[in-house]
């Protein structure tokens, strides 16, 4: 069972991750978009561990209904009411149970996913978090409790986005020239699952 600990581990880890890793995502930012992915996920995420520490949720759906509203609130850019949509729709899906299993998780980061997709509007193939977020919950689903495969499947699917032309948000103003570099929140979106995986641990 994962528990309302075992969420805020996820985030923590995440937090951590997104701190070592942001000058790479804004340099990847740099390349197909405004350079600023890194920093404005660095915000959101301080902002999220703030939160925790204040006013500490009782449960793993408060936790990540949390954590989404701070992430709305704190960041500018496109990510952040898309990764805010991600962490809300999932933590409204698990309910106020004290503990979920990891079927329940799996399921309820497939509507969060699914908010994701249509919030803004893209699908798997155009160059964006989908194209790590899709793949991983359906590693999630296939093996629940896995949670490295989810892992291996994110990462896979944000090397994938290298040679794929962005279809939304700002890298598709690039058109064709935003071929040939790695998606900003796709690498983003791995690190989230790195971060589960790690919680797991
Ligand atoms: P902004 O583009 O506003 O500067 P960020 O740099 O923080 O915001 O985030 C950029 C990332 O957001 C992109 O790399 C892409 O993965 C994701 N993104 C942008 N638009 C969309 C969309 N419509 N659907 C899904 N993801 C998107
Ligand atoms: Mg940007």
Redesign the pocket.
């Known amino acids: 069972m994962l528990d309302t600990e075992f969420f805020r581990r996820w985030l923590a880890a995440a937090t951590a991750l997104i701190d070592r890793e942001a000058g790479r995502l804004t340099e990847l930012?740099s390349a197909i978009?405004?350079a600023?992915?890194g920093s404005?996920?660095q915000r959101g995420f301080t902002a999220v561990a703030a939160a925790l520490d204040k006013e500490p949720p009782q449960s793993p759906g408060a936790v990540l209904t949390l954590a989404g509203r701070q992430l709305i609130s704190s960041?500018g850019?496109?990510?952040g009411p898309?990764y805010g949509t991600l962490l809300r729709r999932t933590g409204k899906a698990l309910g106020d149970a004290a503990e979920v299993t990891p079927a329940e998780l799996a399921e309820a980061l497939r509507a969060g996913v699914a908010a994701?997709a249509q919030l803004?509007?893209?699908r798997a193939g155009d160059k964006?978090?989908?194209d790590a977020l899709e793949p991983a919950v359906a590693a999630l689903g296939e093996t629940a409790g896995t949670f490295a495969a989810a892992r291996d499947a994110a990462a896979a699917g944000a090397l994938a986005t290298v040679p794929l032309q962005a279809r939304?948000?700002?890298?598709s103003y690039l058109g064709e020239r935003s071929i040939g570099h790695q998606?900003?929140?796709?690498t983003s979106s791995a690190l989230l699952f790195e971060a589960l995986a790690e919680a797991a641990g």
């Open positions: 930012d978009g405004d600023d992915h404005n996920l960041v850019g496109a990510s898309l994701v803004g509007g893209a964006t978090m989908l939304k948000g700002r890298a998606d900003p929140g796709a």
